[in-house]
Nanobody, 116 residues
C-alpha cells in the first residue's frame, strides 16, 4: 500500500513564502514522478509543478520563477518552495506520486491561503 502525505500549508500574506512537503511511503521501489497540483473553489485541479525521476522539472507558467520543486530521493520526499505568493495562489494543494507511468496516488491535500 502506498501513502502520500502533504504538509506545510497555511495562511500567509501576499509576498510571503510557504514550503509544502510531500512524503511517499509504502512498498515501492522508486517514484517515477511527483507532481504538485492545486484546486481553487470553482476551478479544475491544475498542475503546478512536477519533478521526474531523472530530476527534470516543469512548472506552470504563472508560478515559474516563484515556486521551486525539489526532492530527497532516499527520503522519498518532495518539497514545493513557494515565494512571492499572490492571492491567486490560494487553493488546496495536492501531491500526486506516480510509482509507474500508469499507477499514481494522491495525498489528502493541504490548504494554502494568501490574503492580507
Amino acid at each position: 500500500q502506498v501513502q502520500v502525505v502533504e504538509s506545510g500549508g497555511g495562511w500567509v500574506q501576499p509576498g510571503g513564502s510557504l514550503r509544502l512537503s510531500c512524503t511517499v511511503s509504502g512498498s515501492i521501489f522508486r517514484v517515477y514522478a511527483v507532481g504538485w497540483y492545486r484546486q481553487a473553489p470553482g476551478n479544475e485541479r491544475e498542475l503546478v509543478a512536477v519533478i521526474m525521476s531523472s530530476g527534470s522539472t516543469n512548472y506552470k507558467p504563472s508560478v515559474k520563477g516563484r515556486f521551486t520543486i525539489s526532492r530527497d530521493v532516499d527520503k522519498k520526499t518532495v518539497w514545493l518552495q513557494m515565494n512571492s505568493l499572490k492571492p491567486e495562489d490560494t487553493a488546496v494543494y495536492y501531491c500526486k506520486a506516480a510509482v509507474t507511468p500508469t499507477e499514481d496516488y494522491w495525498g489528502q491535500g493541504t490548504q494554502v491561503t494568501v490574503s492580507s
